[in-house]
């Protein structure tokens, strides 16, 4: 009976080792791929940002400073515990990964609309506002040839969304309000602060505090007020970032 008893033991022992060896063998696996999407899709946006360059983008350094404003903005949205089952670490940890490819559909653009330097026509304008759709047909023929949609998915996401308006007065759909993806509405605040931050041909930078009083002003209208409150309570540490 003993005897029994010790062999079934052992078998049972043996079959949880084995168990344990599997289920370490699939999550070594695992890792590999994640590790394998990170650097591919860090790669990617790398190349974005170089090829931007090369086709000598007024805005190529843009696409670098966004990725640490993005991070500043959620880190502070995941203090307040705002929206806690979307803003999880790995969702904002891929937007603020995503905010590089945010203009991505500005290389599609024709050269003398993407490297104009000076305000647009009318007609020229519309051309431009074409870039969030752009930009989202690309990512979109990436994700369905390439296995890494989780990127990918909050790419397009940030990519399409990142102009519309918390009141429904932006570009492309219009959308208002909790319509607009969280990727879209911290994109939206980060993209304007930097853009104003930074010189253009036609003026100079706009000031750290008339960004802060330009950005208040358009809380409920342009950005969600939880994410300008969010920008407040982390302004200096814009200040300082932007200045660095
Ligand atoms: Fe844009």
Redesign the pocket.
């Known amino acids: 009976m003993l005897e029994t008893v010790s062999a079934v033991c052992a078998t049972l022992a043996g079959a949880a080792i084995v168990a344990f060896l599997l289920l370490l063998t699939r999550l070594k696996s695992l890792r590999r791929k994640l590790d394998t999407e990170r650097r591919t899709t860090d790669a990617l946006t790398e190349v974005v940002v170089e090829f931007a360059e090369f086709r000598g983008s007024p805005d190529a350094g843009h696409a670098r400073n966004v990725r640490r404003y993005t991070q500043l903005l959620l880190e502070e949205l995941r203090l307040r515990q705002v929206a806690p089952e979307i803003l999880t670490e790995h969702f904002c940890r891929t937007v603020a990964r995503a905010s590089t490819l945010?203009?991505i559909?500005?290389l599609f653009l024709p050269a003398e609309i993407f490297l104009k330097n000076g305000p647009l026509t009318v007609e020229e304008r519309r051309l431009m506002q074409t870039?969030?759709e752009r930009?989202e047909e690309f990512l979109r023929s990436a994700e369905e040839r390439l296995s890494f949609s989780s990127f990918l998915g909050t790419a397009r996401h940030l990519?399409i969304s990142?102009?519309e308006c918390w009141n429904g007065s932006g570009y492309p759909f219009q959308i208002s309000g909790d319509e607009i993806p969280w990727e879209g509405r911290v994109m939206a605040l980060v993209?304007v602060y930097d853009a104003l931050r930074r010189p253009k041909v036609y003026r100079a930078a706009v000031g750290h505090d008339e960004c802060v009083h330009a950005i208040l002003a358009l809380s409920g209208i342009q950005f969600d007020p939880q994410v300008v409150d969010a920008f407040l309570a982390r302004q200096d540490d814009f200040r300082r970032l932007s200045e660095s």
């Open positions: 945010h203009d559909g500005k870039h969030c930009g990519v990142h102009h993209d």
